[in-house]
Nanobody
Framework: QVQLVESGGGWVQPGGSLRLSCLAS????????IAWFRQAPGKEREGVSC????????DYTDSAKGRFTISRDNAKNTVYLQMNSLKPEDTAVYYC???????????????????WGQGTLVTVSA
């Protein structure tokens, strides 16, 4: 059974940083695009960023551009989301997802993705 497991969430003060990890098992991440999504309380799940199997990146949300960076380490079968200059409005449950295809979808719609992790909570507050 294909699984994604997120980690790295927690509480951080505004302006701080966190790095989220998405570990895949038992499949190999090398061949697939992986995306990060987030869902704030009372809001719809929104795409944050996606990295393809060839390391092409699509950033889905303007609010995270310049602050969040997606990357992958195929040797560790892990995709990361480095989040800097965090703001209270970044508070959300963050999910990684894949549709087991090589390229990223341009739309960033949650409905396009088949496999999801359980999520990790990020709280940004003073």
């Amino acid at each position: 059974q294909v699984q994604l497991v997120e980690s790295g969430g927690g509480w951080v003060q505004p302006g701080g940083s966190l790095r989220l990890s998405c570990l895949a098992s038992p499949f190999t991440l090398d061949y697939y695009a992986i995306a990060w999504f987030r869902q704030a309380p009372g809001k719809e799940r929104e795409g944050v960023s996606c990295i393809s199997s060839s390391d092409d990146i699509i950033d889905y949300t303007d609010s995270a551009k310049g602050r969040f960076t997606i990357s992958r380490d195929n040797a560790k079968n892990t995709v990361y989301l480095q989040m800097n200059s965090l703001k209270p409005e970044d508070t959300a449950v963050y999910y990684c997802a894949t549709d087991l295809v090589a390229a990223c979808y341009y739309s960033g719609s949650a409905g396009d993705f088949e496999v999801w992790g359980q999520g990790t909570l990020v709280t940004v507050s003073a």
